[in-house]
């Protein structure tokens, strides 16, 4: 019963971890926060940037529109994107090998 208990809850925290992907950025390397899974917020994703560029970033892009949703107990519930794109001050502008390049 334990090994469950462990199990459900670690299903639970991963559906409201924020995701970071690197990408190609207008300057190089980019950052695509998503923070649209389970309770998360727009403020979770500015604080995952904080972490992942404690030098400060700059904000190239977001998304905060709805899409689509569900029905709940009777009640609809929308679907939030909530995502940012951020570039790093302080990183050296390459591109990640595994981005594809935007255009």
């Known amino acids: 019963m334990l090994r469950l208990a ?3 809850s670690a299903a639970l925290l991963s559906a409201c971890a924020v995701s970071t992907t690197p990408i190609n950025g207008p300057n ?3 950052y ?3 923070c649209s899974r389970g309770a998360n917020t727009l ?3 500015y604080n995952a940037a904080a ?3 404690p030098k400060g970033y700059r904000l190239v892009g977001s998304d905060t529109s709805t899409s689509g949703g569900v029905i709940y107990g009777g009640y609809f ?3 939030n994107n ?5 570039e ?3 990183a050296v502008q390459k591109e990640p090998a595994s981005a594809s390049p935007r255009q």
Request: glycine share 8%; hydrophobic share 40%; proline share 4%.
């Open 77 to 79: 519930i929308p679907s």
């Open 51 to 53: 972490m992942k560029c």
């Open 28 to 30: 190089g390397l980019a």
């Open 82 to 86: 909530q995502s940012i794109i951020v």
């Open 32 to 34: 695509e926060i998503d």
């Open 88 to 90: 790093c001050k302080d």
């Open 43 to 45: 403020g979770d994703c």
């Open 6 to 8: 462990a199990i459900a």
